[in-house]
């Protein structure tokens, strides 16, 4: 299965954010232990399953680290996902409102399927616009053929009965 667009820098972010946050937890793992030996011997020299202080503190202290890095991450993505689609929202609002010289902004094109969807809702405002402008210039054109032969009738009617 290949990814593309919008799956693919999803998949790419999430990736680049786990490989990201296990190099930090690697690094600064080897980084405390080597301090912590060469500062503390005496604390880490019996093997043993409970935790002292010290690796409690790094263990928060890395996970915050990495929990920050995620968030970062996450809300890179998300806004450049969530751009284009507010602008397509709002675009809706407006045209609903009446406003059809609405349009939406693109963004960032990397995201074709959120650039696609404001280039089609674009492309569907353009119609509606379009379309509006044909039928308020058909109803004048209409209502002008018919005024004459209106008048005429009316003009005869007022003459037999009046």
Known sequence: MRLEGLSRQIALSMATMA??????????????YYVAMTYWPVQFDAPGLKMTAPE????ISSTVAGLALSVVMGLRLARRILVPLNSVAAG???????????RAAAGDRSLREAA?????????????QRMTKEQAFWNAAIAHELRTPVTVLRGRLQGIYG
């Not at 490989?19 to 405390?32: K, P, S």
């Not at 409690?56 to 263990?59: D, E, H, I, R």
């Not at 809706?92 to 609405?102: E, F, K, M, N, T």
């Open 19 to 32: 490989f990201c946050v296990t190099v930090l937890v690697v690094v600064t793992g080897f980084n405390f």
């Open 56 to 59: 409690w503190v790094w263990l």
């Open 92 to 102: 809706i609002r407006r045209v609903a409102q009446g406003d059809l010289d609405a």
């Open 116 to 128: 696609a969807l404001a280039d089609d809702f674009n492309a569907l405002a353009d119609q509606l």
